[in-house]
């Protein structure tokens, strides 16, 4: 079993920066691919990015050149350094494992970006 703790949501103004924090503990396969998705009140959830443990690296369309999604694996910990935020990037940020065919979810994490 695997469990996912996030940290690092907040509040934040139109163009500010925030970081978040996946940590992972439990029988973490050691190829895996960690990552954020979202949802916004009303829409699906979408994927923003994940990173395998090869360092391979996807983006949302709307993400991509604002965000950047890095990894500390002796920590087990995948990091979301999300900068030039906008309003619609607003969601709840929720952290994924996918490793040895199981799939895995945090609690999730608010991010508020307004003025």
């Known amino acids: 079993q695997v469990q996912l703790v996030e940290s690092g949501g907040g509040l934040v103004q139109p163009g500010g920066s925030l970081r978040l924090s996946c940590a992972a503990s439990?029988?973490?396969?050691?190829?895996?691919?960690m990552g954020w998705y979202r949802q916004a009140p009303g829409k699906q959830r979408e994927l923003v990015a994940t990173?395998?443990?090869?360092?391979?690296?996807s983006y949302g369309d709307s993400v991509r050149g604002r965000f950047t999604i890095f990894r500390d694996d002796p920590k087990n910990t995948v990091y979301l350094q999300m900068n030039r935020l906008k309003p619609e990037d607003t969601a709840v940020y929720y952290c994924?494992?996918?490793?040895?065919?199981?799939?895995?979810w945090g609690q999730g994490t608010q991010v508020t970006v307004s003025p």
């Open positions: 990173m395998h443990s090869t360092g391979s690296t």
């Open positions: 439990g029988s973490i396969s050691s190829r895996n691919t």
């Open positions: 994924n494992l996918w490793g040895d065919f199981s799939d895995y």
